[in-house]
């Protein structure tokens, strides 16, 4: 017998997104899965598991939902204060997202917002936009900072993320996002110098990630270059925002350096997606951010060519995407982009753990496997995209302990 202290009982549709021959979702009909610690130690056929399990612990039925891992969601920037609503309504209108980014608007107004707020009110903020990714299904985000942008502020959003991490079920992976764009009235080269030798060296033990902004309004190729290679001399992990608001030479500098995701990638070319996919890099596509800065859509069929991994993230943000679902951002894919819903729904779970490393213990059920899975009022997980805009998620579960808000 095998010891549970927590069971999940009659999935309609239990898709373990083990492929097996025949389902790439590799479903189970009438599933049941028994976890331990926080890890799943069983998984089958309902009517096996009381002859295979002996529970001693909360039970969960699902009477005939579908149930899937916790979606994981590879690209959020959830530590922020104030709001751009004002900015997205003239963007509406036709105004650039880059014209919006002088002087005191844009990301540096969500800096000054920053900075200003207290520590506990930045929590509070955060905790909200956690609890509702746990609402939307989402149990595993990879978090950045990078709205701070000096030493005492970068510190401070670290610790928001840390405190949260204590405080909910969420699984949070830190990314720091220093180089998000130069801070405005700074001077470009002592930011640069500041963020190498100082920045950097600090938050390597807060953060399992760096990420750095390749682009026109935030860092040049050679720059890009520098900062992330240092970051990888000092031990972290790359991610990189590459090729998002114009061609450049980002995605090569992620394939380059190994990074684990580029992000973003409107515009990357054929040869970019090969040479990522030949490096080993996730894409991580953000279509609720191409959505409303009207950006062009990807190279869709490039990486399906080049077999390069495409997750799916909300890119949870208070300028471009301020949203914490990702069924939302798999319906944006899959509507405006002609993502297949098993394509979105890969996205969201197994190639979103495997930019983050987590491959085979988040964004997939099976023995060893976080306990994370969420319940949801649909026909088939491949429908999850067709409801637009709805929340049909009924029960999240996280580390084998249903979540109930608040
Ligand atoms: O992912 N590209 C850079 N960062 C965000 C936007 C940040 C902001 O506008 O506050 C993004 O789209
Ligand atoms: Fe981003």
């Not at 089958?44 to 529970?55: C, K, N, P, S, T």
């Not at 510190?155 to 764009?181: E, M, Y």
């Not at 953060?207 to 520098?226: I, L, Y």
């Not at 580029?262 to 080993?280: C, I, N, S, W, Y």
Request: charged share 20%.
């Amino acid at each position: 017998m095998i010891h549970a202290d927590f069971a999940l009982r009659h999935a309609g549709q239990l898709a373990t997104m083990m492929p097996n021959e025949g389902d790439p979702l590799g479903r189970i009909s009438d599933g049941a899965l028994a976890a331990r610690e926080g890890r799943v130690v069983w998984i089958g056929e309902d009517r096996q598991l009381e002859d295979q399990v002996d529970l001693d612990g909360d039970q969960l039925d699902a009477a005939g939902a579908c149930v899937l891992p916790g979606l994981v969601d590879a690209h959020t920037h959830p530590v922020f204060a104030g709001s751009r609503a004002d900015e997205f309504a003239e963007r509406v209108s036709g105004a650039e997202y880059q014209a919006q980014q002088s002087g005191d608007r844009g990301i540096a107004r969500t800096v000054r917002a920053t900075r200003e707020a207290d520590a506990a009110t930045l929590l509070a903020l955060t905790e909200a936009r956690a609890n509702r990714f746990l609402v939307n299904g989402t149990t595993t985000i990879e978090a950045k900072t990078g709205y701070g942008l000096d030493l005492l502020n970068e510190a401070k959003s670290f610790d928001v993320l840390r405190q949260l991490a204590a405080r909910l079920p969420l699984r949070i992976v830190p990314t720091f996002l220093g180089a998000h764009v130069v801070p405005a009235n700074t001077d470009r080269a002592a930011y640069l110098r500041a963020l190498m030798e100082e920045m950097l060296p600090a938050f390597k033990a807060q953060a399992v990630f760096c990420d750095a902004w390749c682009d026109e309004p935030a860092f040049t190729s050679s720059e890009t270059r520098a900062i992330l290679g240092r970051a990888k001399a000092l031990g972290y992990q790359l991610r990189m925002h590459a090729a998002q608001l114009a061609p450049g030479e980002g995605p090569e500098i992620a394939a380059e350096l190994g990074a684990r995701s580029a992000d973003h990638l409107e515009f990357a070319t054929p040869a970019q997606v090969k040479a990522l996919a030949a490096a080993g890099t996730v894409a991580v596509l953000c279509p609720g951010a191409n959505f409303t800065t009207h950006g062009p859509r990807p190279p869709i069929e490039a990486m399906r060519d080049a077999k390069l991994p495409m997750a799916i993230a909300s890119d949870l943000n208070p300028g471009t995407s301020n949203s914490e679902s990702l069924p939302h951002a798999m319906s944006l894919a899959c509507v405006a982009w002609g993502l297949t819903p098993r394509e979105a729904l890969l996205g969201a779970t197994v190639h979103a753990a495997r930019s983050l490393g987590l491959e085979g213990r988040a964004g997939c059920l099976q023995p060893g496997s976080f306990a994370d899975c969420v319940v949801l009022d649909v026909e088939t997980p491949e429908a999850i995209p067709y409801y637009v805009g709805v929340n049909r998620v009924l029960q999240t579960v996280a580390g084998g302990v249903v979540w109930r808000p608040w």
